[in-house]
């Protein structure tokens, strides 16, 4: 069987700097096992298939993996699926895309050119315990005084949110990815006056098969819902992937209770994959 193929770069406007997707088309006669296996052989951070909606307020449905486990929801994989999606020929039933995901509807539009999605509502947050703060930190390779503030940024992955002092802070982090109590997304703020406002970098325990995701739109999401119009302006531009030689930018603004994502998307990579 083949089945139509794009690899999309998000997150970036210039091609190899962002967080690359796989996305397979027409993928509804593929079984759990299949998807599994291919996304272990693509070795990305996230590999997408596109199936038909079960909802039927949902243009299309996409199930998430990446190399070790599925995902009920994540962002760089939703905005790469929508273009592919788009550029298939894909036309949405009313203005904007609805993705049906595993944590449900996700509403995605065009923004400045732009895609971007509306952050899922948080399936955990507020405070975290004492001792996973401290075996976090031990983890990460620091003090605990040095994280300042930490909260569950839980919109699917299951983020735990730490910001540390500032954006040298965050990317002088060498972590022991085997120690990490969870998905541990790490946040400090760039000097006054930088093209960014935020230096992030997103750590995953050896069983998701990927250390460091390069640029993470479900943890920017929860980022921008904890810290937004607070810590940081209601409209930013974060940096992600520096440490891994990317140059990820992605771009929050929060309307109201609603907070947008969004970022560049580019294709990659066009053909037919096999199974």
């Known amino acids: 069987m083949r089945l139509p193929f794009r690899q999309v770069d998000v997150f970036t406007s210039e091609p190899h700097l962002g ?91 065009r923004e400045d050119g732009r895609l971007a999605f509306a952050a899922p509502a948080l399936l955990r947050e507020g405070s975290v315990d004492e001792d996973l703060l401290v075996r976090t930190a031990a983890a990460l390779g620091i003090a605990r005084e040095g994280i300042l503030e930490a909260t569950w940024c839980d919109n699917g992955p299951g983020w735990i949110g730490v910001r540390l002092a500032d954006a040298a ?40 098969g990927i250390a460091e995701d390069p640029v993470t739109g479900s943890l920017n999401a929860a980022l921008g819902q904890w810290l937004a119009g607070d810590f940081l302006p209601d409209t930013y531009v974060a940096s992600q992937g520096t440490a891994l030689g990317r140059r990820g930018r992605v771009h929050v603004r929060r309307e109201g209770s609603d907070v947008w994502v969004g970022g560049d998307t580019t294709t990659i990579l066009e053909g037919t994959a096999r199974f």
């Not at 085997?178 to 970098?201: F, M, N, Q, W, Y």
């Open 19 to 109: 967080n690359p997707v796989a996305v397979v088309h027409d993928a509804d006669g593929l079984t759990d096992a299949q998807m599994a296996a291919f996304a272990r052989w693509t070795n990305l951070s996230e590999t997408t298939f596109l199936l038909s909606p079960t909802d039927p307020a949902a243009d299309y449905r996409v199930r998430i993996f990446t190399p070790g486990a599925e995902l009920p929801f994540a962002g760089h994989p939703t905005l790469g699926t929508a273009h592919a999606w788009l550029e298939a020929g894909g036309r949405p039933a009313s203005g904007d895309i609805v993705q049906e995901c595993g944590v449900g509807l996700v509403t995605v539009r």
């Open 169 to 208: 802070s965050v990317l002088a982090l060498t972590p022991s990815y085997a120690d990490l109590p969870g998905k541990i997304g790490v946040v400090g703020a760039h000097p006054a006056g930088s093209d960014t406002a935020i230096e992030v970098r997103a750590f995953l325990p050896p069983e998701m």
